[in-house]
């Protein structure tokens, strides 16, 4: 009988383990999308949807709460700030784990977690015309930054950047889910 | 405690083992490429599940 028994040990100590979906949860908040084994994407939804739950309710206690485990200041931010506004009118399922298949080297389920709202991999035509757009935003925007913090303008920027970081993740995404990869098997 | 009394036979041994067998892995047509994919798993050719992109293949 396996009653009330609950979750996968994912061959680890409790202090490993906890490392282990810390720092996934971290990666998945920061890149929205991640690359890891069935298993451990499975477990990390089951530990970032309550946390982000949290993050709907923006007080000092619930930014610490999360902090505890969130462990990159940036992220939590983000989480307070564009996850929630995207993601909080959902009750609970802020996650999608798609399964990839076996993993050559060690046949291990491979599967992509990726917050639901966040699934910026779209068509390849809609990506080449965006691209070049972006690009020339953000070389326009760095050589303005230093000199331009005034307010007003600080307001139109703020939209720009979100526009462009969100571009610019969609085409990292993949070259980080291979960084990911090569993380996981140093563990 | 308690021993078998006889040694299982080659022919006991076997008929048990009739019923290990290999099943193929269940195979799909993917729905945006039509290339065959394992069913429930994202496409290895085009990257889409469920008519959305998961992630851009490589080439
Ligand atoms: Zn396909």
Known sequence: MRHRVKGRKLSRTASHRLATLRSLSTALLKHKKIKTTVAKAKETRTFVEPLITKAKDDSVAARRHVARHIKDKEVVKELFGEIVEKIGDRAGGYTRVVKLGSRPGDGADMAILELVDFNSVTDKKVKTEAEPKAEKTTKAKKSEQPKAKVKEEDVVEAEVIEETKEETKAEESVSEETTEDKKEEKK | ?59
């Open chain 2, 1 to 59: 405690m308690a021993h078998p009394k006889r040694k299982i036979s080659k022919s006991r041994r076997d008929k048990r083992r009739t019923h290990y067998k290999a099943s193929a892995p269940s195979i799909a047509k993917c729905s945006n490429c039509g290339e065959i994919k394992l069913s429930h798993r994202a496409c290895p050719n085009c990257g889409y599940y469920a008519g959305r992109s998961m992630f851009v293949p490589e080439s």
